[in-house]
């Protein structure tokens, strides 16, 4: 079974307007990490935001937000205010021993 | 405090030769990691180091490839009689590290620039 799930290969957004990209996972842990990273056409991995499994409030980045349903294994990146600079790769990533990455998402935004 | 270098960026080899790849991480960082990227995937985890101990191997990493982290700073990645499957985008990440057991902020990656690998 996948670890990570991400079942949108693309995405469009008008600029200006929120988006959100889906990430599920799958673990027996209860200890366990999730992240988001961009990834722009030049290749470097940006931190974007992090989730802890024991965290009772979603996490917040300025414009990124992370919807996190623990009940559902979900861990949606909601990016509100879509910038033409957001424009990438968006990867889900689970750690529990060892780092997961999903197979990403790539955001396109339209002016 | 600057960033994961990585070097080099770009890498052109011949299949059978050897080539090794060099990360610095950000200072004070214990942990260590590599990565293996191919277009249109996720990164694939190789390996990683707490300090200088090389803690976990993915069964990704044959025998051809070598990982060490001497004293605990900067590390190398060596591939071994290269083939065209090893063309990808090598990875390097850092992290402070936390406390064993849970996973924490402090397990936060930070990746470097990557080196890309071609076999012809």
């Known amino acids: 079974a996948q670890k990570i799930t991400q079942t949108q290969p693309g995405m469009f957004v008008q600029e200006k307007e929120a988006v959100t990209l889906d990430c599920t996972y799958d673990t027996s842990d209860q200890s366990y990490g999730l992240f988001w990273y961009k990834q722009p056409s030049s290749g470097e991995m940006i931190f974007l935001i992090y989730q802890g499994s024991y965290d009772e409030q979603n996490a917040t980045e300025g414009r990124y937000s992370l919807n996190f349903q623990k009940a559902r294994k979900s861990a949606n990146l909601v990016i509100s205010a879509s910038q033409l600079g957001d424009s990438a790769m968006f990867f889900c990533a689970m750690r529990e021993r060892k780092v997961t990455f999903g197979t990403g998402t790539k955001l396109q935004v339209i002016p | 405090d600057t960033g994961v270098s990585q070097d080099p960026r770009h890498k052109i080899t011949k299949r059978g030769q050897n080539v090794t790849f060099r990360c610095d991480p950000i200072s004070e960082h214990n942990r260590l990691y590599w990565y293996r990227q191919t277009l249109g995937q996720g990164p694939e985890f190789l390996t990683y180091?707490?300090?200088?101990?090389?803690?976990?191997k993915s069964r990704l990493l044959s025998d051809r490839f070598s990982a060490e982290r001497p004293k605990g700073s900067f590390s190398t990645l060596e591939i071994q009689r290269t083939e065209q499957g090893d063309s990808a985008m090598y990875l390097c990440a850092s992290s402070p590290g936390g406390a064993s057991g849970r996973v924490f902020r402090t397990d936060t990656q930070y990746f470097g620039p990557g080196t890309r690998l071609t076999v012809l």
């Open positions: 180091f707490q300090n200088e101990a090389q803690l976990e």
